[in-house]
């Protein structure tokens, strides 16, 4: 579990949703509830639907422990492995990072960079178990963990005796938008992308870490839409830095040029017909 989700930095930036941050200067230690009837095997996933982006939990970037993290644009395809953690009693009844309460008996979690809401399946890798939950939150900012999540998520997943587990995620519903029947449900094997979308491809890693490092150097540089694009290919994941989708032929060209002013030089126009 997490001692303290966010930092006093975060804590700034997060005025007007930050009523649950309050804890967080405290001494009062995260647990689990004294009684909790169901079993895990009764616990109910979430159910993924179409949801607008929360006013507030998507920043352009945020600070955590001198730190910062980039808010995905989009969750379309996206999956990860790593470590999960959960967290209850403290932050029960307080606000989430999307502007929800947080409710530990919700399926719901927390993640870094993901957009708020979307839908995720966690397994857990050490016994097989499988939930979908709700992201409605930022964390856990922890080296190595990928996701934080609700006391009920964590007791359907096992998780909560062992306080952490291998976990592996992967975004079930892009959860991102107003238009009824857009969603985006059981992507699995690759990254889908609609027709005629046009993107400046820069480069592609196989580990998220570079591909992030990229990134917030490119923003750095004021590039505006840089995101990942995650593909799988028989399990081996390819993170390839993108900047898109593009209006016209004419503007990818005029950003090709720019990249190559800065010594990337590989990038390249692709288009998805």
């Known amino acids: 579990m997490m ?3 966010y930092s006093i930095k975060y804590l700034c930036l997060l005025i007007p949703l930050s009523g649950f941050l309050a804890g967080c200067s ?24 179409d949801e607008a982006k929360s006013k507030y939990g998507n920043p352009g970037s ?3 422990f001198g730190k910062r993290y980039y808010v995905m644009d989009s969750s379309e395809g996206f999956r990860q ?26 399926m719901t979690a927390a993640h870094k960079t993901l957009p708020l809401p979307c839908y995720v399946e966690v397994k857990n890798l050490d016994n097989g178990r ?18 934080d999540l609700s006391y009920a998520a964590a007791t ?22 107003n238009e009824p029947g857009k969603a985006v449900v059981g992507i699995d094997e690759e ?28 923003r750095e540089k004021k590039f505006h839409s840089v995101r990942i694009h995650v593909d799988n290919n028989k399990g081996k994941l390819l993170y390839r830095v993108r900047i898109g989708p593009m209006p016209t032929d004419n ?16 990038a390249t126009i692709i288009r998805y017909n």
């Open 130 to 147: 499988k939930a979908i939950v709700k992201v409605n939150d930022r964390g856990p900012f922890h080296d190595g963990r990928i996701i």
């Open 251 to 266: 503007v990818a060209e005029k950003v090709l040029a720019q990249l190559k002013e800065i010594n990337l030089n590989n």
């Open 3 to 5: 001692a303290c989700k």
């Open 191 to 218: 990254y889908i992308d609609e027709n005629g979308k046009l993107y400046v491809q820069i480069a592609a890693f196989s580990t998220e870490e570079n591909a992030l490092k990229l990134i917030t150097d490119l």
């Open 62 to 64: 945020y600070e955590v």
């Open 26 to 49: 405290g001494s009062v230690k995260d647990s689990a509830p004294q009684s909790y009837s169901k079993n895990w095997d009764e616990i109910p996933d979430a159910v993924p639907r």
């Open 156 to 177: 359907k997943l096992g998780v909560v005796a062992t306080g952490t587990a291998p976990v592996e995620i992967r975004v079930v519903n892009n959860g991102t938008t």
């Open 81 to 106: 492995k790593g470590e999960a953690s959960w967290y209850g009693t403290k932050f029960h009844g307080q606000r989430a990072s999307s502007g929800e309460t947080y409710n530990m008996y919700a």
